[in-house]
């Protein structure tokens, strides 16, 4: 088992930066797929960001070069740099592992945080 807590959200005006961190802790083996997704207002599961332990990092094409992912697999720590943030990056964030690619790939990853709520206001 692999236990995820996020922290970092918050609330910024557009065009302001945040920055939210997870925690991996447990049998963290089966993080080799880690990142981001988010849930909308309207209730939309999208994938932001991935970096895997073997350092394979995909991107969701809204982020257009303003967010940044990072791990550091020896503190088992995930970081999203968010800046230039807009309206629409208004989200639930959360941090996700898997060690499968297809369940994780499709938005079925074993291991979720709890979540974290970014607002954006315009």
């Known amino acids: 088992q692999v236990q995820l807590v996020e922290s970092g959200g918050g609330s910024v005006q557009a065009g302001g930066s945040l920055t939210l961190s997870c925690v991996a802790s447990?049998?963290?083996?089966?993080?080799?797929?880690m990142g981001w997704f988010r849930q909308t207002p309207g209730n939309v599961r999208e994938r932001v960001a991935t970096l895997t332990n073997g350092g394979v990092l995909k991107y969701a094409e809204f982020v257009e070069g303003r967010f940044t992912i990072s791990r550091d697999n020896a503190k088992n720590t995930l970081s999203l740099q968010m800046n230039n943030l807009k309206p629409n990056d208004t989200a639930i964030y959360y941090c996700a592992a898997d060690d499968d690619a297809r369940t994780y790939y499709s938005g079925r990853a074993k291991y979720w945080g709890q979540g974290t709520q970014v607002t954006v206001s315009s």
């Open positions: 447990g049998n963290t083996a089966g993080t080799y797929y």
